[in-house]
C-alpha cells in the first residue's frame, strides 16, 4: 500500500502498521486468548483512552464467556511520559478471585502498566495479565513481563488506531510513525 503522510499539530507522521496488519495480529491474539482462558470467565480491563479501538476489535473476535470494564489513565504530554500516571476514572469492579486481562494499545515506558498492576495485585485477583498491540521493549524501566503482545515495535513515536498526539490522531484507522 501507498505510503501517506499527515500533519497533526506541529508534527508530521507517516504510515507505518496499515488496519489489514493490525487486524490480522488481533484475530491470531484473540484466539490464543480464547484457548487459554477458556473455562475462565476472565475479565478484560481496559485502560482508556488509548486502548478503545483495540478494545472494541479485540473483543470482537473473543468467543469465550467473558466481561470488559474500563479505567481511564493519563501521564502523556506532547510525545514524553511525565512520569506521573493519573487516575482520572477508577476501577469500580471487585476483581477478587478473578482472572484479569488488562488491555493497553501501547507499552513504553512502562509506567502506566507498572503502576496499574501493583493496585491490582491489592486487591486478589486469580491472576493479571497485560495484554497489549504494540510494545516498545527497548523502552521499558520496569521490569514487566507482558505476556500477550500483538507487535514490538523500535522506539519511535506512534499516532493512530487509538493512540493519540495531543488529542489528536485517535479517529486513525492506520497507525503512523513520527517524521523526526
Ligand atoms: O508505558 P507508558 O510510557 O506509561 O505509556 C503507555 C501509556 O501511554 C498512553 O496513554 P496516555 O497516558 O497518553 O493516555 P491516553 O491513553 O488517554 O492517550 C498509552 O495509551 C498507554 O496507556
Ligand atoms: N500516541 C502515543 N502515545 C504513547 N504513549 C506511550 N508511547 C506512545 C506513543 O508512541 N504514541
Ligand atoms: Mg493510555
Known amino acids: 500500500m501507498d505510503p501517506r503522510t499527515i500533519q497533526l499539530h506541529d508534527c508530521e507522521f507517516k504510515t507505518y502498521i496499515f488496519e489489514e496488519e493490525i487486524i490480522a495480529r488481533i484475530v491470531m491474539l484473540a484466539e490464543q486468548l480464547d484457548k487459554e482462558y477458556a473455562g475462565k470467565q476472565p475479565l478484560f480491563l481496559a485502560v482508556l483512552n488509548g486502548s478503545f479501538?483495540?478494545?472494541?476489535?479485540?473483543?470482537?473476535?473473543?468467543?469465550?464467556?467473558?466481561?470488559?470494564?474500563?479505567?481511564?489513565?493519563?501521564?502523556?504530554?506532547?510525545?514524553?511520559?511525565?512520569?506521573?500516571?493519573?487516575?482520572?476514572?477508577?476501577?469500580?469492579?471487585?476483581?477478587?478471585?478473578?482472572?484479569?486481562?488488562?488491555?493497553?494499545?501501547?507499552?513504553?515506558?512502562?509506567?502506566?502498566?507498572?503502576?496499574?498492576?501493583?493496585?491490582?495485585r491489592e486487591r486478589h485477583p486469580a491472576s493479571v495479565e497485560v495484554a497489549t498491540l504494540l510494545l516498545k521493549p527497548d523502552c521499558l524501566q520496569h521490569p514487566l513481563d507482558i505476556k500477550y503482545v500483538a507487535k514490538p515495535i523500535p522506539n519511535d513515536f506512534v499516532v493512530g488506531y487509538g493512540l493519540d498526539y495531543n488529542g489528536l490522531g485517535r479517529n486513525l484507522r492506520d497507525i503512523y510513525k513520527i517524521v523526526p
Open 53 to 120: 479501538m483495540f478494545t472494541a476489535d479485540l473483543l470482537k473476535r473473543v468467543t469465550i464467556p467473558c466481561e470488559v470494564s474500563f479505567i481511564r489513565l493519563s501521564s502523556y504530554q506532547d510525545t514524553k511520559s511525565t512520569g506521573r500516571v493519573k487516575e482520572v476514572l477508577g476501577l469500580n469492579e471487585d476483581i477478587q478471585n478473578r482472572h484479569v486481562i488488562v488491555l493497553e494499545d501501547i507499552v513504553d515506558t512502562g509506567h502506566t502498566v507498572h503502576g496499574l498492576l501493583q493496585q491490582l
